[in-house]
């Protein structure tokens, strides 16, 4: 079927139409989504006008919340010690423990406590809470689309901005699982460029396309999550992106989900993430056995390790200057 032009690689050649229902609220309205023939980046073709309505008060990011007291000050004196500043409790914590994912990934950025650190469309900051009070001194979160600017006891800021009015310079920009939601990935990307020291870390974590569970499932594969991811990429599309704006793609990481199985498997047989029964609401009510539940959770490791995941981290290096419109 031929389509419009891919907004990443302008292919125009073979381009396929693909459509999908919303399914994690289970209204079933159905959207358009743009499979380039080239690059595999999915795109949504007529982006909803009133997004409100595709983001009501229980999508999980307006529900995510922070630790209970006792098991952040624990997990305060862990991350010290996995991120070298150590203290008794802090290595015998991180000895039985292990190291926090997202410390692993202030490692792979090459970042320290003192760097300063942005967090794009970070809902109310828990992750950043979380940094903050582990000794990770500098850094803020905007997001659009809180009810207003949060300001921690801890000193933390979440800005209630728009990316595109941002200033200032960083050693690290994050895209938490919100670079899918945003329009024009390039200006997004080419933002970045403007906002980072030469030589330092973009962080885009999203779900991506080439993967087996799209392979496999297609229109009903759960992260596709219609109308509002906007974007879903590929290995190939963000390599494009990043030649487009001063970027190298210095490192893939797979961090997939055993979601991304038994979500599609549920979307396949009619069932929405938050039917009463979905597994997401009720284990018990679910389709799935304990066992089948194993072996989706079994295959995802299989698959992270295989490059196969449909979510990955991006670590992308500015290796040049470029300007933003
Ligand atoms: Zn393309």
Redesign the pocket.
């Known amino acids: 079927m031929i389509a419009a032009s ?1 907004k ?4 125009i050649k073979n381009n396929y139409i693909l459509k999908v229902r919303e399914m994690y609220f289970g209204t079933r309205e159905e959207f358009e989504y743009m499979e ?1 023939s ?4 999915l795109q949504l073709i007529n982006s909803p006008k009133d997004y409100s309505v595709h983001y009501p008060k229980n999508y999980f990011t307006f529900n995510q919340k922070h630790e209970n007291k006792i098991k952040s000050l624990l997990n305060r004196f862990r991350d010290k010690a996995a991120m070298g500043e150590n203290s008794l409790l802090g290595t015998i914590l991180l000895k039985k423990y292990g190291s926090p994912v997202y410390v692993d990934r202030m490692k792979n950025a090459g970042i320290s406590l003192k760097d300063s650190i942005l967090d794009v469309g970070c809902g109310r900051g828990i992750l950043l809470h979380k940094m903050k009070e582990s000794g990770f001194e500098n850094v803020i979160g905007i997001d659009p689309f809180i009810d207003k600017t949060i300001e921690y006891k801890n000193g933390l800021k979440i800005l209630k901005k728009d990316f595109y009015e941002m200033d200032g310079l960083y050693d690290l920009i994050m895209f938490n699982h919100s670079f899918e939601h945003m329009e024009n990935p390039v200006e997004v990307m080419k933002k970045s460029n403007e906002l980072l020291k030469l030589n330092k870390t973009l962080l885009i974590r999203i779900p991506v396309a080439d993967s087996y569970a799209f392979k496999h499932y297609r229109n009903n594969w759960s992260s596709l999550d219609a109308p509002r991811h906007l974007y879903l990429h590929t290995k190939n ?1 963000i390599k ?1 992106l990043a030649e487009q704006s001063g970027f190298e793609v210095k490192k893939i990481n797979y961090d997939s989900r055993s979601w991304q199985l038994w979500g599609s498997e549920q979307y396949s047989k009619n069932i929405s993430l938050l039917d009463e029964r979905s597994y997401y609401t009720n284990p018990q009510k679910s389709i799935f056995t304990k066992n089948q539940i194993d072996q989706f959770e079994k295959k995802t490791i299989e698959l992270n390790k295989n490059g196969e995941g449909d979510q990955a981290e991006f670590y992308l290096q500015k290796i040049s200057e470029v300007t933003s419109a």
């Open positions: 891919c990443i690689c302008n292919n380039c080239n690059c595999g980046c599309s494009i």
